[in-house]
């Protein structure tokens, strides 16, 4: 994965931290604050501030000031911004054409396991929580008989299958604790 951020960011003239700002932003319309920017991608906020006056000097990121709160500064990614992502992920990486390699159970049992270390990680405090189905406010689990496609997105009004199960979703809105602990208990259970 190493390889492929940094085949990546000499492809597209961006470092793997600033690309993976961009690939945070998106999708994020209203933006994120500098912290929030510096938690999700594991770095120090000075090295984050680092990169996005970096994409801000490439107009690939614009600073907005927060309307609930002034003192508050949200970076959000521009079209430029989007551009360059688009070009960085044209070609398929190391790790997807290996991803691609495994079968269809043995993917659905690394994304499950994903989705099960992911949510480890964001439930002791080790990385904010991620966009995944399982902590999302639209997710009900196993609410259909289909085996193929037991769970329902409420966004979008639709059954969907295990392979389909999110880890980075652009509509997923964050459920309270309470909710996530008892939506991840129903999806355990089955
Ligand atoms: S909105 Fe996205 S994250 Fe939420 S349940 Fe639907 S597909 Fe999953």
Do not use: Y
């Amino acid at each position: 994965m190493r390889i492929d951020e940094w085949s990546r960011a000499k492809a597209s003239g961006f470092n793997p931290t600033q690309l993976a700002i961009l690939d945070l932003l998106a999708g994020r319309g209203g933006g994120l604050g500098v912290r929030e920017i510096a938690a999700h991608i594991g770095v120090s906020q000075p090295t984050a501030t680092d990169s996005i006056n970096a994409l801000e000097r490439k107009d690939c990121v614009a600073k907005q000031t927060d309307a609930a709160d002034k003192r508050v500064v949200r970076v959000a990614v521009t079209a430029a911004g989007l551009a360059g992502l688009k070009h960085a992920h044209q070609e398929e990486s190391f790790t997807e054409q290996a991803i691609a390699a495994l079968g269809g159970g043995a993917r659905e049992d690394l994304l499950l396991t994903l989705i099960k270390m992911i949510r480890h990680l964001q439930e002791t405090g080790a990385i904010p929580v991620q966009r995944m189905c399982v902590s999302c406010r639209h997710f009900a689990p196993f609410a259909h008989a289909d085996a193929a496609r037991p769970h329902h997105c409420k966004f979008v009004d639709a059954a969907f299958g295990q392979r389909e199960l999110r880890i980075d979703c652009h509509d997923h809105v964050e459920a309270d604790p309470s909710s996530r602990a008892a939506t991840w208990d129903a999806f355990q259970t089955g």
